[in-house]
């Protein structure tokens, strides 16, 4: 069974058709690379799987379970649409760190807040007691701090633990926001150009973490401008063109025999 | 009379203003459009004739009238709270969205987002233009004389009426030593926000 399953994704702003009928399916471990020139719909996409917009109809399946249909999400409380919204992360094109929190608390806040909260619940509901509870709140403390410097270990910023954003270079910002969004241990990982915002020189950081992330049980969406990245590290590649899915397939047969004019053009036109 | 009437009107004004700029930035159409109106007429009708219209008014129109010093606090708070409003509008939507489209992807509600990532930036956006418009505060309270408020001016002048002219020095240096100290705290405060960028 896919992981993700999209199915005939429309979404329009306005009069502007932005999705004409998206589908798709990733399994889990895979990595998908979207490609596709700008304005095609690629960013809308990756919003809407992350509840930022609302489609105007189609579904998404999470490991089988419905994620998305327009009904279902209006009868969803805030709380149940919070919890559904954690099977995606997103690494945002322009980083979006919390500037006045350091890398470290960058990486703790949403889960400290989750995890109190939960805790929290359980002391309401008596289901521990108040001393119990402190104990538990330091040992969950200590548990996330172990995760945030593993995780810091993971992308290479174990001595810009105490940073803050604004002392960081582009590439490390955009290292300790992939941090960030996998603290939050999510099912997909969705990447919008990730090096896009970066100078040349430091995109080469970047990919290499996000190379490192492909592993067994880490599935991710990758949508990209960087051709030989896409072409090494995906499993899967789309191209999408006006709001459609033109092509797709493996990376042998996207970037080796493209067959629509439109992704032989766009192709053509990159340094490949 | 006139550090009472500061404070006070600080104290109303800061909460009011930061409501009425909710109003001015809400989706409900009809009521961003009556807050906005409100909000243009009171910063572009005169203080002065703001504190005439609560003290005046009411008796007009057959009301009970309102004493003098809570008249003048009334067009105070109502005035300042709608300067207040456009700068926490100003500092609200400077913050960028990605910040709240950052905190909502990690799973954090928007109470979450607004008191622990967007609030800490509006305050450090906010702080030098607030600065200003609390220092005007301090000397704009010298108004309040226009109703026969007994402010630190008026006093001043019915000593200078016997020909006595010092004490109109003495306020001068009131206000003088009053906006430094303030200027040294919102020095402070910002300093103590500049250990981040944004
Ligand atoms: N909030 C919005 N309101 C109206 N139109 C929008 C909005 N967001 C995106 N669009 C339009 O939708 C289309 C697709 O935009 P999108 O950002 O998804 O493209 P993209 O493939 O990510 O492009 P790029 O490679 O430049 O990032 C564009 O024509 C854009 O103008
Ligand atoms: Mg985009």
């Excluded at chain 1, 709140?137 to 803050?164: H, I, N, P, Q, W």
């Excluded at chain 2, 007429?41 to 504190?51: F, K, S």
């Excluded at chain 2, 505060?137 to 010298?142: P, S």
């Amino acid at each position: 069974m896919p992981i993700l399953e999209v199915n005939n994704l429309i979404k329009n702003f306005g009069s502007t058709k932005v999705l004409k009928g998206i589908s798709f399916t990733v399994e889990k471990g895979e990595v998908l690379a979207i490609i596709g020139s700008s304005g095609s719909g690629k960013t809308t996409l990756l919003r809407c799987m992350n509840y930022l917009e609302t489609p105007d109809a189609g579904s998404i399946t999470v490991n089988g379970e419905p994620y998305f249909d327009v009904e279902l999400n209006k009868s969803l409380s805030e709380g149940e649409l919070r919890a559904k919204r954690l099977h995606f992360g997103l690494v945002f094109q322009s980083f979006n760190l919390f500037p006045q929190y350091t890398v470290t608390d960058n990486i703790l806040l949403a889960s400290l807040l989750l995890e109190s909260e939960k805790l929290k619940a359980r002391l309401k509901r008596k289901e521990i007691g108040k001393t119990e509870y402190r104990a538990e709140k330091s040992r969950m403390r200590s548990k996330l701090m172990g995760t945030a410097s593993a995780l810091l270990e993971k992308v290479g910023l174990t001595d810009k633990a105490d940073f803050y954003p604004c002392q960081l270079s582009g590439g490390q910002q955009q290292r300790a926001a992939i941090a960030r969004a996998l603290a939050l241990t999510p099912d997909i990982l969705c990447f919008d150009e990730p090096t896009s915002a970066l100078d040349p020189e430091l995109t080469g950081e970047v990919l290499k973490v996000i190379r490192g992330l492909k592993s067994g049980d880490s599935t991710m969406i990758v949508v990209t401008h960087e051709m030989e990245f896409a072409a090494s590290v995906a499993d899967k590649v789309i191209f999408m063109s006006g709001g459609v899915i033109e092509e797709q397939g493996s990376p042998a047969e996207v970037f080796g025999s493209p067959k629509s004019p439109a992704l032989k053009s766009f192709l053509g036109k990159k340094k490949f | 009379m006139t550090c009472q009437l500061f404070a006070l009107t600080l104290i109303f004004a800061l909460p009011l203003g930061l409501i009425i700029s909710f109003g001015t930035m809400s989706k409900l159409r009809p009521l961003r459009t009556v807050m906005k109106t409100v909000v243009w007429i009171v910063r572009g009708v005169p203080l002065m004739l703001q504190i005439f219209i609560v003290y005046y008014v009411p008796g007009f129109i057959g009301l009970e009238t309102i004493d003098r010093f809570p008249a003048a606090l009334i067009a105070f708070v109502i005035n300042y709270a709608c300067y207040f409003s456009e700068i926490y509008r100003a500092g609200i939507e400077a913050v960028p969205v990605g910040q709240t489209e950052a905190g909502l992807v990690l799973g954090m509600t928007r109470y979450q987002i607004f008191t622990r990532v967007t609030l800490q930036q509006v305050i450090k956006r906010i702080v030098p233009p607030m600065g200003n418009e609390i220092i005007t505060l301090v000397k704009d309270t010298a108004l309040a004389r226009v109703i026969s408020v007994i402010e630190i001016t008026r006093k001043a002048e019915l000593f200078a009426d016997k020909a006595i002219i010092w004490p109109l020095f003495y306020t001068a240096l009131f206000y003088l030593v009053f906006v430094g100290a303030l200027t040294l705290l919102f020095g402070y405060i910002e300093k103590s926000q500049s250990y981040y960028k944004i």
